[in-house]
């Protein structure tokens, strides 16, 4: 009998695991910096028909926490940097807050966190000497209503807080920022449950590094990678190696055990001409690529089971913003609610997506041709790789593996390659082939002739 079938023991209980296990959450920023949005009635309309389950705003406008109400729509709401002095200072002014923008809706209107403040590292009025004292009084607040367990307070942070990104084994926190900040508000999180929010956007730095950064690697495509020289993790896409850049920053304070949440993280469609990549047909695939990426589960390489909510920057184009071109072209929609391009955000969705090129007036046209790609087993690859890939996809990876153990339909060829082979592709569909997930180790490769063994016949899942 093959080496394939010594991690038989423990593949039932790793399949167990994984039967259970939920991929990541998609929710949608919803900013109003504009002058033609349509009602907050329509809406929350949009949302449920998009499948779209979560929200997050930037304050706690009444008509838009009333829609929300019995809309089954978790929400995030945000108190503004301007209040922070007011909340640090006043318990009295965060009880009063916490009344009128939470105790109004809950729970009819599903809130379920507070971000308190917005990158106040970068706001220009000095905010940031306010955020624990100020997260700390709406959360006795919150004690007092006994609404603590139930609704999670965090502060999205901008990644201009990390003294180091790359490589993202090296992630650190800006030094100044350590003790006054980011060590009581990891405390915090930790003791109360909650996550950090953290704002990300993978565009800002292909812009910027375009000469040295694939766009490839930045949009979730077939690629190379790239090897962490710090601990030998290879990375397939920029988004996880910023992620995993403030994973390892807050590693290195202790507070690995600290859940993140990505509150924000976008790609415009549109730009001046010196914002490089920002494109209808960029955005459509970074948006789209990265909603595949996250509900089909699966962590970064660096905390590999961590299942990521992740908010979409933004639901419409914003009219009204200043700043470059790119800052009024983040949306997912216009302000008619026809969609600036089509993808999707749920998982049924997923099944009928392909990223797209040409999405303009030219029509669409798919990357792929057809879609139908494999991933199967190198002719060249050694037994210890293929074996080390095989007992990844069938064990942690959470491939269905079932079909290649004995007496099932493709158990035979009783062969190694021909068993890495299936287990290979059921990985990589279940990732909704994603940049990277045919890699293991080198030993896979994507092939666009499906691949027989014997009466075996492989699924093309998405």
């Known amino acids: ?23 990541g959450s998609i929710g949608v920023n919803y900013g109003r910096t504009a002058g033609d949005l349509p009602s907050a009635f329509k809406v929350v309309k949009l949302l449920k028909s998009q499948g779209i389950t979560r929200v997050k705003v930037y304050d706690t406008d009444p008509a838009v926490l009333k829609s929300l109400s019995g809309s089954n729509i978790k929400v995030t709401v945000n108190l503004p940097n301007q209040l922070l002095s007011a909340a640090a200072k006043k318990p009295s002014f965060a009880n009063k807050w916490i009344q009128r923008n939470i105790l109004a809706y809950y729970p009819h209107t599903q809130i379920e966190s507070i ?200 639901l419409f184009n914003e009219n009204k913003k200043s700043g470059p071109v790119s800052e009024r072209n983040y949306g997912l929609f216009y302000p008619d609610m026809k969609p600036v391009y089509n993808i999707p955000f749920t998982v049924e969705g997923l099944k009928n997506y ?12 798919e990357r792929n041709g057809t879609g139908r790609v494999w991933c199967v087993a190198k002719e060249d690859v050694g037994k210890d790789r293929l074996q080390a890939g095989l007992d990844y996809a069938c064990g942690e990876g959470g491939a269905d593996c079932r079909p290649i153990q004995p007496g099932a339909t493709c158990y035979d060829p009783n062969e190694l390659k021909a068993h890495a082979s299936y287990a290979f592709n059921s990985y990589y569909q279940k990732m909704g082939r994603a940049a990277g997930a045919c890699d293991f180790g080198g030993a896979g490769v994507v092939v666009t002739q499906g691949p027989r063994f014997g009466k075996c016949e492989f699924p093309t899942g998405y």
């Not at 009998?1 to 991929?23: C, E, N």
């Open 354 to 365: 392909r990223e797209e090129t040409g999405t303009g007036m030219g029509g669409r046209v």
């Open 115 to 314: 971000a308190v403040g917005n990158e106040v590292f970068v706001d220009p009025s000095n905010t940031t000497s306010f955020l624990i004292p100020a997260i700390k009084n709406i959360h006795k607040s919150l004690v007092k209503y006994r609404l603590d367990s139930v609704i999670k307070l965090s502060s999205p942070i901008a990644l201009s807080a990390l003294q180091n990104s790359y490589p993202s084994s090296a992630g650190s926190f800006k030094p100044e920022l350590i003790e006054p900040v980011f060590k009581p508000l990891l405390q915090f999180l930790r003791k109360t449950g909650s996550y950090l929010m953290v704002n990300a956007y993978p565009f800002f730095a292909y812009e910027s590094n375009a000469d040295v950064i694939s766009l490839d690697y930045a949009l979730f495509r077939q690629n190379d990678g790239v090897v962490d020289a710090g601990n030998g993790l290879r990375y397939f896409n920029l988004f996880d190696a910023q992620i995993d850049a403030v994973f390892a920053a807050m590693s290195a304070l202790k507070y690995d055990d600290v859940p993140l949440v990505v509150s924000e993280t976008g790609w415009p469609s549109k730009g001046d001409g010196n914002e490089i990549g920002s494109t209808l047909e960029n955005a459509a695939a970074y948006n789209g690529n990265l909603i595949k990426r996250i509900l089909n589960g699966g962590g970064t390489p660096l905390k590999p089971k961590a299942n990521l909510t992740v908010f979409l920057f933004a």
């Open 1 to 23: 009998m093959p080496t394939t079938f010594l991690f038989s023991s423990i593949f039932i209980v790793f399949l167990a695991l994984f039967s259970l296990a939920d991929g």
